[in-house]
């Protein structure tokens, strides 16, 4: 997420009342979970595995709960919890408007598009042209939707993301400050659910369909014209390349990226990054043809079994 404005370290070490290394005018213009990261941006790290990640990342404001040395180029700010720093800087930058009707005064909508009753649109939306909105869609704020998107009903667009840390009482949530972007000619179906970015977006690409009950996770990118069956259900911080068909079913695991013309048969599980242009099938998912092999001698068992007995 990028600021309004550009702010100088000082200033955000002062928000966030924490120490901080580095001169005090040194420009942060956004804020930013270690997979978004680019410069200008604030992280935050509290465990030692991944310090070494994010003070090597593109981020140049580090929140760190441990004194280091300050990588060139770079600055820090020391606190005790970075994880509930981050927190409340993002709620500090992105304040919740409570709705006081249907549709927000402060949305676009483009001309020719159709909003059914019953349709809630947040803060900030944007909506295009030629749009079509069926009844009880719920499109939270910043999302922004192209031209000649058609969402059918009870879609709920721009929830926030499924992310939290494990603390010794229990959860807690990271603030999600993300968008949802839906690109030109995009169609989709009744009761889908698609989370905002936790701090970048999530975008469903050109000219891509989703069927009925089909799950996005935050941060997930979609390319241009795929094919997603009823069911499907995608985790966070996926990339799916252009021309991807998701048959009915299928669960993919976050953080891989499935490539370009990839076909994925109903009921499939993915649990790794995948080659573009090959048909998958299984839990965990394989080339087709290998899988379908691999049932067949599986079937042949109960048989070789029974011939080795006989014959010892």
């Known amino acids: 997420m990028k600021f309004s404005r550009k702010y100088t370290l000082s200033e955000i070490a002062a928000l966030a009342n924490a120490d901080f290394e580095g001169p005090a005018n040194f420009e942060v213009t956004g804020i930013n979970e270690i997979h978004m990261v680019e410069k200008g941006d604030i992280t935050f790290v509290d465990h030692p595995k991944y310090y070494d990640k994010a003070l090597n990342s593109a981020a140049t404001t580090i929140i760190i709960n441990k004194r280091v040395d300050c990588p060139a180029g770079k600055t820090l700010l020391f606190c005790d919890a970075p994880f509930d720093v981050y927190n409340n800087l993002v709620k500090h930058f992105v304040k919740f408007v409570p709705a006081s009707q249907k549709i927000s005064p402060n949305s676009k909508i483009g001309n020719s598009t159709v909003i059914q009753p019953g349709v809630f649109v947040g803060e900030n939306v944007i909506i295009g042209e030629n749009c079509l909105i069926h009844p009880q869609v719920t499109i939270y704020d910043n999302t922004i939707i192209g031209n000649d998107v058609i969402i059918h009903a009870g879609t709920v667009i721009g929830s926030d993301a499924f ?10 949530k990271m603030i999600s400050c993300g968008r949802v972007i839906i690109e030109n000619q995009v169609e989709i179906g009744a009761l889908c659910t698609i989370d905002k970015g936790v701090s970048g977006d999530t975008v469903i690409g050109h000219g891509s369909k989703l069927d009925n009950q089909v799950h996005i996770g935050h941060d997930t990118v979609i390319g241009k014209n795929c094919l997603f069956a009823a069911q499907v259900g995608v985790a966070g911080v996926v990339t799916i390349e252009d021309d991807v068909i998701l048959w009915g ?9 499935i490539g370009k013309g990839a076909v994925i048969l109903g009921k499939s599980g993915v649990s790794k990054s995948l080659a573009g242009g090959k048909v998958y099938f299984g839990a965990p998912v394989e080339e087709a043809r290998d899988k379908w092999k691999e049932l067949a001698l599986i079937r042949k068992l109960p048989s070789i079994i029974e011939e080795l007995r006989s014959n010892p």
């Open 163 to 172: 992310y939290y840390k494990k603390k010794p009482a229990g959860y807690d």
């Open 249 to 257: 079913q299928v669960g993919v695991q976050k953080d891989l990226t």
